[in-house]
């Protein structure tokens, strides 16, 4: 007689960065359980690419309704609950996370400590998993590989050919101060050296555009970013979502740092992906960088 499959839910809703990065985790608890069905809660805007993973077998969609939606809420509940989770691995741990676990009380429910950890918030994850009994060392070792499409058609269409270089120069709009201000330098210099560029721009960013020299892609789908990311010689990027599918691919690489976050607490530096950090990013001269990038191409 077949067995059943226990479903197993992972709670995860963001932000991108976090998300893919979690990949290894997805790796783990998936391989940690013979006969599961892995399942995502995530936010909507993640549910087609989330698919994509080898790891995640379906996406319950969370877009995280005001509290004081309750019909909404308790109908998400509701859908949570008629699944029948064995586990659920809250790895949010937020105060709307909390509500759900108090009306769902018959899965085993594994969750990180309230407080930020003093690392990260992925080696909050290590230790999250350590204290279950579940095996840790892949957790910090994504391979999002599946998230990258094939972009040679792309590539082919505006005649981008042979080696190039990845620009990521813009960051969120609320966070303009994480921007290296001199993206515009950068891709003259790289220009003159006989590197094409290719520079990748989100809705936040297009202004950029104008002024960027070299090849421009504008609002691409997550997977042709990623796509044209792992088929480039090298990426420079700010501390960004974007600057995640560079260093979760292991493409040689540098996301600049400033000082309004930490470089260690980010998780983006993988060899041979690493971090540069700066008290001031107008400080970082395009010349410093410039070596870096010499050094590895």
Same mark, same amino acid.
């Given at each position: ?6 479903n ?6 963001g ?22 069905n ?8 993640? !549910?087609g690419?989330?698919? $994509?993973s080898?790891? /995640? %077998? ?6 995280r *309704?005001?509290?004081? &939606?309750l !019909?909404?809420?308790?109908? $998400?509940?509701?859908? /949570? %609950?008629?699944?029948?989770?064995s586990?659920? *691995?809250?790895?949010? &741990? ?12 018959k ?7 309230r ?7 992925l080696q909050g994850l290590?230790d999250m ?15 999002i ?9 792309l ?6 050919i042979?080696r190039?270089i990845v620009?990521?120069p813009?960051?969120?709009?609320k966070h303009?101060?994480k ?21 990748i721009l ?10 960027i ?10 997977i ?9 010689i090298?990426?420079i990027g ?7 599918i560079?260093?979760?691919l ?14 260690k607490?980010?998780?983006l530096s993988?060899?041979?992906f690493?971090?540069?950090?700066s008290?001031?990013l107008k ?15």
């Open positions: 007689m077949k067995l059943r499959k226990q197993i839910l992972i709670i995860k809703h932000a991108f960065g976090d998300l893919i990065q979690s990949d290894g985790i997805f790796r783990t608890i998936k391989h940690s359980f013979s006969n599961v892995l399942i995502l809660l995530t936010s909507s805007s993640y !549910k690419l989330m698919l $994509l080898p790891y /995640i %077998d379906k996406v319950i969609v969370d877009d *309704f005001k509290f004081w &939606n !019909k909404k809420i308790f109908r $998400l509940i509701n859908e /949570i %609950d008629t699944l029948c989770f586990h659920v *691995f809250d790895l949010q &741990n937020s105060q709307r996370t909390f509500l759900y676990k108090i009306f769902l009380r899965p085993t429910w594994i969750t990180t400590k407080k930020d950890h003093p690392i990260s918030g290590v998993l350590n204290d279950y009994g579940i095996p840790f060392n892949k957790i910090l070792e994504p391979n590989s599946w998230m990258a499409n094939d972009i040679s058609l590539l082919k269409k505006r005649k981008i042979g190039y620009l990521i813009g960051s969120s709009k303009r101060e921007r290296w201000p001199y993206y515009k330098e950068l891709a003259h210099k790289l220009l003159k050296e006989d590197l094409n560029v290719v520079t989100g809705p936040d960013e297009l202004d950029l555009g104008n002024i020299p070299g090849y421009k892609f504008n609002n691409l789908d997550l042709d970013v990623a796509g044209i990311i792992k088929k480039s090298f990426v700010n501390d960004s979502g974007l600057s995640h560079a260093s979760c292991r493409k040689p690489g540098i996301a600049l740092f400033g000082p309004t976050t930490s470089g607490k980010s998780e993988r060899k041979p690493q971090i540069v950090e008290e001031n400080h970082l001269t395009v010349t410093r960088v410039w070596k870096l990038i010499k050094k590895s191409i």
